[in-house]
């Protein structure tokens, strides 16, 4: 079993997908990992061998940034923006779309479950 930065990587699955598990790689970013390092994509993560796990993991801790670090310098990021008040800030603090979505029937994902407005209200049980 490959464990890459803290990853258990699925054993019959190509590594180029296999390396898609871990946080902040892609498919082109594991396809130009594999192509650095000269290791057939098709071959599945069982079939690596340990100098080949451990190649790919000194190419990912030393020029990559990847699950913890990443999500660290993400929330920073998005942080910052809310901190200098720009619209992209504003726009993450109230919790609706950035990049300039439509907000009246869509954007669901950011904005929650419907709410009704004037609901009425039941009366009490006796």
């Known amino acids: 079993m490959a464990r890459i930065s803290g990853v258990d ?6 590594i180029k997908i296999g390396l898609t598990y871990i946080y902040g790689i892609g498919q082109s970013k594991s396809k130009d990992i594999l192509k650095t390092i000269q290791i057939n994509p098709d071959i599945k993560v069982k079939d690596l061998k340990d100098e080949e796990i451990i190649l790919i993991r000194n190419l ?21 923006l809310m901190e200098i008040g720009c619209y992209r800030g504003r726009r993450h603090r109230s919790g609706l779309p950035l990049n300039g979505q439509r907000t009246r029937t869509n954007a669901r994902t950011r904005r ?6 004037a609901g009425k209200k039941k009366a009490p049980r006796k």
Request: net charge positive.
């Open 112 to 117: 929650g479950t419907k709410k009704t407005i």
């Open 9 to 14: 990587l699925p054993k019959n699955k190509r």
């Open 60 to 80: 990912l801790t030393n020029k990559h940034q990847l699950e913890g670090d990443l999500k660290q310098a993400e929330a920073i990021n998005i942080k910052r």
